[in-house]
């Protein structure tokens, strides 16, 4: 850790359960703030594991809290938020008027930090700051909750479809076991639909295959999918594989190759291709929103300019560049795929395979 340093990011970038496990990972010490719907929200993160939360926000203050839980009345709300101010917290106020015993405020406390840090975890736009800095808790009530339990129950919650979908992909993604499960993974008390996804995934499968197999509702699946992956249960594996990449002499040729199978999907679609690639434009637009701007003839002729994608990786080194356009170029195939699939015959979607296998390199 370097003390004092402050660290800025875009969460369109990251998502912010990666970004815990990844100070997870590092055992990072400091305070990471972001903004919910203009409240600046703050998580204190101890050796990589948040043990305390705040929030700007007057609907997250313990009072609200506990009169949202039907633990106070609103009377009682009314008199003891009166005294706060005079030295004294409202948990100690509700204490001392025998509302509350101390076991019930300080669960009470417990329960209002998760809520806290639930009520960001699926945001996908605006800054983050995070200072690696030591702080002391000698006067907090702090949670003794891991990182990865703390998002195993916390990322359940998450009820956006489009946060979801953008972090799995599309039903054509395949997934497998980690070779090293985490250690932390005994005590993450998984439920048993949970171990039964887990324990199918030890060989490649598709997401499509895992949503018939699953016990769980279809979005419950991707939800659990979602999790895994970002504890890292599970890996996403590559769509192109490095024989192909090896085939590829350069980034312009790769794109060109892309750009071919966009063009043969957008001729097909006749009336309905600009929705399509509409659709697929504004699905991947918070996660490779670098890659989509200034692209707008990408749905409107089902081509990307290569210029504008070549300036974009300009800063990356050459295994970056193929690793990134790669990653970028699979995931709009896939997305524009799954659109499609909604017009086309599976004859017309099995001539824009036979074409991909024929007359490309590509391994998708």
């Avoid at 690793?323 to 979607?349: D, R, T």
Wanted: glycine residues 6%.
């Amino acid at each position: 850790m370097t003390d004092g340093l402050v660290l800025e990011g875009d969460l369109s970038d990251i998502l912010l359960p990666t970004l815990l496990m990844s100070l997870y990972r590092d055992k990072e010490t400091g305070v990471l703030i972001v903004e919910e719907k203009g409240y600046p929200k703050s998580m204190f993160i101890k050796n990589g594991n948040v043990v305390f939360a705040s929030s700007k926000c007057s609907d997250d203050r313990l009072g609200e809290f506990l009169l949202r839980r039907g633990q106070i009345t609103v009377k009682e709300f009314i008199v003891t938020s009166k005294k706060v101010g005079q030295g004294k917290k409202l948990g100690e106020i509700l204490v001392d008027l025998g509302i509350l015993t101390s076991e019930e405020m300080i669960l009470g406390v417990k329960n209002q930090l998760i809520e806290i840090i639930d009520s960001v975890l699926s945001l996908t736009k605006g800054k983050y700051y995070l200072e690696l800095t030591d702080f002391s808790t000698e006067e907090l009530i702090t949670l003794s909750m891991d990182m990865p339990h703390l998002l195993h129950l916390g990322m359940k919650k998450v009820k956006s479809w489009k946060t979801i979908y953008s972090a799995v992909g599309t039903l054509e993604t395949r997934v497998k076991r980690s070779e090293q499960i985490p250690s932390f993974s005994s005590s993450l008390e998984l439920t048993g639909e949970e171990e039964h996804l887990l324990s199918i995934m030890s060989k490649s499968t598709t997401v499509d295959y895992l949503l018939e197999a699953s016990y769980l509702s279809q979005f419950e699946t991707y939800n659990v999918l979602w999790i895994f992956i970002t504890l890292g249960l599970i890996k996403k594996e590559s769509s192109v594989s490095k024989e192909s990449t090896e085939k590829i002499l350069t980034l312009e040729e790769l794109i060109d190759e892309f750009n071919d199978v966009f063009s043969i999907y957008f001729q097909k679609l006749g009336g309905n291709a600009e929705k399509v690639f509409k659709d697929s434009h504004n699905l991947l637009a918070n996660d490779f929103s670098q890659f989509l701007e200034e692209q707008e003839g990408f749905y409107l002729y089902g081509r990307f300019d290569p210029d504008i994608i070549l300036m974009k990786l300009r800063s990356f080194s050459e295994e970056e560049k193929i690793a990134k356009l790669n990653s970028f170029m699979v995931e709009v195939y896939y997305s524009v795929s799954f659109f499609a699939h909604k017009f086309l015959s599976k004859e017309e979607i099995m001539e824009v395979e036979n074409y991909i296998k024929t007359n490309t390199s590509l391994k998708i």
